[in-house]
């Protein structure tokens, strides 16, 4: 059983979040899921899924995983004292999704301003699953070296670049495929085929 710790900060794409936190309350393999959400991640969730700025934190949990859920532990992300500020905290894999330029920036520079970020850099200190998923467009100088030098410190960059291959037929198929990648990546089984075998595969 795992322990995944899911931030989410201010970058738009937070119905990537909230797919995620769904399927990882659903699986067997998921025993506590960690959230932390940014002010700026607060913002953009109210924005883009309507769900109000000032619900409490059981309903903003109930309304992102789309039912209560036990398994799931809100942290403030001013509670630079939480458990998983520290290393001696068991967390199998993070991840950050969407990773805004800011909070990449933070995380490159080793200069931690909250939860969400020290949570990851203790990740990148133990050598623990840390899989970062930015959202932003184009990409200057400044966010690609900061995603090369996260890459060489042991993340695992996954860009929201949505495949199109499985001829998705609404949004929620086309975020669902890019979630069971990146749960590929947190080392987690999903029930959807998501590796492309090829031509032969076409209409199968
Ligand atoms: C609706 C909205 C959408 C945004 N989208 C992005 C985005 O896609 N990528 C990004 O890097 N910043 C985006 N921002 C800007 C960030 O929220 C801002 O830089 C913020 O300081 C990030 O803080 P955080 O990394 O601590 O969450 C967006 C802001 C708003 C209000």
Redesign the pocket.
């Known amino acids: 059983m795992k322990t995944i710790t899911v931030g989410i ?5 937070v119905i990537y979040a909230q797919r995620l936190l769904m399927h990882l309350d659903e699986s067997a393999e998921v025993s506590q899921i960690n959230l932390v959400i ?4 607060r ?2 969730i109210a ?2 899924l309507e769900i109000s700025s000032s619900a409490d934190s059981e309903q903003l949990v109930t309304d992102m995983v789309g039912r209560p859920s036990l398994k799931t532990v809100m942290f403030h992300p001013g509670d630079i004292g939480a458990s998983i500020a520290s290393g001696s905290c068991p967390v199998d894999a993070m991840i950050i999704i ?1 990773c ?4 990449l920036g933070t995380l490159a520079s080793g200069a931690s301003r ?1 939860l969400l970020h020290r949570a990851a850099d203790v990740c990148l200190k133990e050598n623990r699953r840390l899989v970062l998923v930015p ?2 467009t184009p990409l200057s100088t400044i966010h690609l070296e900061n995603m090369l030098r996260l890459k060489q410190a042991g993340a695992l960059i996954v860009p929201a670049m949505p495949a199109f291959y499985h001829k998705p037929a609404h949004i929620i198929a086309l975020v669902d495929h890019f979630i069971y990648r990146v749960m590929d990546h947190l080392g987690l089984a999903h029930s959807q085929e998501t590796a492309w075998r090829g031509e032969s595969a076409k209409g199968s």
Not at 9 to 13: C, I, Q
Not at 38 to 41: V, W
Not at 100 to 103: G, I, K, L, V
Request: glycine share 20%; aromatic share 0%.
């Open positions: 900060s201010g970058a738009s794409g940014s002010g700026p991640g913002r953009v924005d883009e969407p805004s330029a800011s909070t909250n959202r932003e």
